[in-house]
């Protein structure tokens, strides 16, 4: 948003002058001259001129005639040939404030401000009531940059000439470069008093209000000029900028797009259409409009860095850094852009490269907290979950409210082993408190106290594509929906990020509604829920990225329940339940949880088995004469203490290898590191497979040249740990004592594979040899896991989906009785 400028013009404003003793024929030259000013009014300019001409040579010490052709000057534009004549006027009458004023406007034209003020300075001393010379002083000290001499100076002249509308409105425009917009919207107030059709004091008087974050207010002003003038591009634009504010998506893209109808050429509404896009979650068209801002001007900083966040969304990471990359060329010491450079190499796995960008970032702004967050979750997954931590908590000590970060340290946690159970409670209390205060809880909903209604079950859920949680979550829909099923449950969805693949689509399909989150506030999508009438909403996501527990705290459902995508207590106290099973938390662990347990009969956890066509080999161990050990976690998980025991288990069995994939393993660096944690170990490279990357399908194939699954911890796997064993490899995990490290435990007790559960570290060393020294045993079970597992209760769907919706049933019932017994639901 920018004010408009005020031309200033010279002031034709002629005084009475003693024009001395004649020289040659003073009343012929004073007729020529009165002649001249006659020409000039009926816009003759060119005959006036030669009036003036001829007075001048007719009585060369007529000033008048200077002053008059210097004003004819002017108004032609020639400022150089204006100021000489003015200057001969100021040397024939010293005392001419006309003349002097006039001055200051030809210095304007030629853009010395320094002049201009010298002379309009003469002029308000020889005539100190001259009004529009202390309007034109103000506009030369502005130039100068004295913004608060010029607010004085313009205040003057308004003082002086009260019915001025357009004396209030610079008054309004020079409050508002000293940022005193409250003070501005009163001048522009006068202004409208006096010409209640001055356009220009709508639409800046609108901007005023916007600086004051009075939104609302803005686009009614910037209506009420549209009234006036609908052909105006900016005022269009600067109604979608208010209304985005206000939450208003729709209407402010079509007010930006009524502005670039107008004036196509406009960067800057290009480029906040195209913000509004992204929010929206309508990434193609904000491409566009990011790429046609760039198009008009390839200088735009800011359109490269939101087109490269852009592309990033959409999985275009190279260009996405090639747009990082330029918006860092054009401003090397701005830290948005190392920040995001950053982000975009993580994204491909080039960590390393990633971490000196977020240092770059902090060397420039050392209070980043945006960089000092992505540091941390970089550093997690180098391994240096430690340091990661670190860097969290400073994250926190820039900005206490930050939601994202609070999660991000819950979240890392889970990397580190030994954390004090009571610790992580009280940061997941934390953040719960902080929610709650920044939120404002409904405290009655719409629904119905009917123990025996159809239920309205919504998801919430950044996930809700080809990610674990949505093949988790998309065998269970489907069986909640099956024509078998009982068809007392409605499944809304609201995704928080614009995912739009073959499983979303899939998962879209098992809805009765699906409604993006995509660019609302926490009360906005609060909102949307409790009208939608909501009775259970159901978190994914927990502390993962992309969640919306802020949203939670304003409890917009009556049930609110965290389950699948989080292995932890979400510390929000709007969070009734938290699903578990018989098998992952033990009964004295239930303390460290904010939430009620729910515990489904058999597993939390049900598998959507893939849709890859691939079938189970033969053992590779009969083949190579070895055994492969295998882990495709994330490498975050391989802390020291899990390398120090798989070298153990590498060194009991002789001549085994271990296979190592994760994307963190395309990076050299990584994988040097990850040889010198092994050697520290005493095993040799040559004993470890690595390899970073591939899509699923090749991804699941890559199980063929696996015989035993390791599981790590204190995380162990979940989605990779049931991929394994529908690949008919099984998996060993260590059973720990808390919920998240007991995760191997529910899966494979459901899965029949108890005697793959280590109690300790010793019990996991002997169990992986004993299991590779039986071949034929191993053999034998590979070949029919498959379809063990697939009549498991982790791969069963109707039977989850039955205990699911009993579950659901019940905390609906709970609800109902609280509030027939008067206790708040």
Request: aromatic share 8%.
């Amino acid at each position: 948003m920018k004010l408009y400028d005020r031309i200033i013009k010279g002031a034709y404003a002629p005084a009475a002058m003693n024009t001395g003793k004649p020289a040659n024929d003073p009343q012929e030259a004073e007729k020529k001259l009165e002649q001249g000013v006659l020409l000039e009014k009926e816009g003759k300019l060119d005959a006036a001129l030669e009036c003036y001409d001829a007075a001048i040579l007719l009585m060369p010490g007529l000033a008048r005639a200077h002053f008059c052709r210097g004003n004819v000057f002017l108004d032609r534009g020639d400022a150089a040939s204006a100021l000489a004549a003015y200057a001969k006027a100021v040397e024939l009458k010293p005392d001419s404030a006309a003349a002097h004023y006039n001055m200051g406007n030809a210095h304007l034209r030629l853009g010395d401000a320094q002049a201009a003020e010298t002379a309009c300075r003469r002029a308000i001393t020889l005539k100190p009531g001259f009004s529009d010379a202390h309007l034109t002083l103000g506009v030369a000290l502005g130039r100068l940059g004295k913004q608060d001499d010029a607010a004085v100076s313009y205040m003057r002249a308004a003082e002086l000439n009260p019915d001025s509308a357009e004396l209030h409105h610079s008054v309004a425009l020079s409050m508002m470069e000293i940022n005193q917009p409250e003070s501005a919207i009163s001048s522009f107030d006068k202004a409208l008093a006096l010409n209640p059709d001055h356009v220009d004091a709508h639409h800046n008087r609108g901007i005023a209000l916007q600086d004051l974050n009075r939104f609302e207010e803005a686009a009614e002003s910037y209506r009420r000029a549209l009234e006036i003038d609908p052909r105006i591009a900016e005022i269009h634009g600067n109604l979608g900028s208010a209304l985005k504010e206000l939450g208003r998506s729709e209407d402010a893209i079509a007010s930006y797009c009524r502005s670039l109808e107008i004036n196509p050429a406009l960067v800057d509404v290009h480029y906040n259409l195209g913000i509004t896009l992204q929010n929206c979650g309508q990434l193609d068209r904000a491409v566009a409009c990011f790429t046609r801002a760039l198009a008009i001007t390839n200088g735009h900083f800011d359109a490269h860095i939101h087109l490269g966040v852009v592309l990033h969304e959409l999985g275009q990471y190279e260009s996405a850094l090639g747009h990082f990359r330029q918006a860092i060329e054009l401003q090397p010491r701005n830290a948005d852009g190392h920040l995001n450079l950053g982000i975009g190499l993580a994204k491909l796995g080039q960590l390393d490269a990633a971490v000196k960008s977020y240092h770059e970032a902090l060397a420039i702004q050392p209070d980043n907290a945006d960089a000092h967050l992505s540091l941390g979750h970089a550093l997690k997954d180098l391994g240096k979950s430690d340091e990661g931590l670190k860097c969290i908590r400073r994250t926190l000590e820039i900005k206490p409210d930050y939601a994202l970060a609070h999660s991000g340290l819950l979240f890392n946690y889970n990397y580190v082993a030994d954390q004090p159970a009571e610790q992580l409670l009280a940061d997941a209390r934390r953040f719960g408190d902080m929610v709650e205060r920044l939120a404002r809880p409904f405290k009655d909903w719409p629904n119905s106290p009917d123990p025996h209604k159809p239920l309205r079950v919504g998801f919430v859920s950044g996930d809700l594509g080809s990610h674990p949680v949505g093949y988790f979550l998309e065998g269970v829909l489907a069986a909640l929906t099956s024509p078998e099923a009982s068809g007392e449950i409605e499944l809304f969805a609201y995704p928080t990020q614009p995912h739009d693949d073959e499983v979303t689509k899939r998962l879209r399909s098992h809805c009765l509604a699906w409604y993006s989150a995509v660019g609302l506030s926490d009360e906005a999508l609060a909102q949307r829920i409790r009208e939608d009438g909501i009775d259970i909403l159901v978190d994914l996501s927990g502390h993962t990225a992309h969640n919306r527990l802020p949203m939670f705290a304003w409890k917009p459902a009556p049930v609110q329940v965290s389950w699948l995508g989080y292995f932890a207590t979400t510390g929000v106290a709007a969070m009734d339940y938290f699903i578990a099973d018989p098998w992952t938390l033990p009964p004295e662990q239930e303390a460290y949880f904010s939430e009620r347990i729910w515990r489904l009969p058999e597993t939390r956890l049900c598998f959507t088995p893939p849709d890859a066509q691939l079938e189970v080999n033969a053992l590779p161990a009969l083949g190579n004469g070895c055994v492969t050990f295998g882990c495709f976690n994330n490498l975050s998980k391989m802390n020291d203490a899990v390398v120090a025991l798989w070298a153990r288990v590498l060194h009991a069995v002789p001549g085994s290898r271990l296979f190592l994939k994760y994307q963190q393993l395309g990076e050299v660096s990584v994988r040097q590191r990850t040889c010198e944690r092994f050697a520290a170990h005493g095993i040799d490279s040559g004993r470890l497979i690595f390899e970073g990357y591939v899509p699923r399908g090749s991804y699941l194939q890559a199980y063929h040249r696996v015989d035993i699954g390791l599981d790590p911890f204190p995380f162990p796997g979940g989605t990779t740990t049931v991929e394994a064993l529908w690949m008919g490899v099984p998996v060993l995990t260590l059973q720990g004592e808390r919920f998240l490290s007991r995760q191997g435990v529910g899966l494979l007790m459901n899965a029949g594979l108890p005697d793959w559960i280590a109690a300790d570290a010793d019990d996991y060393v002997a169990r992986a040899v004993a299991h590779a020294q039986n071949l034929n045993a191993l053999a034998a079970l590979r070949t029919s896991l498959r379809s063990h597992v697939l009549a498991s209760p982790i791969f069963d769907a109707p039977r989850f989906a039955a205990h699911l919706e009993a579950a659901f049933r019940a905390m609906w019932v709970n609800w109902c009785e609280e509030r027939k017994d008067g206790t708040p639901g």
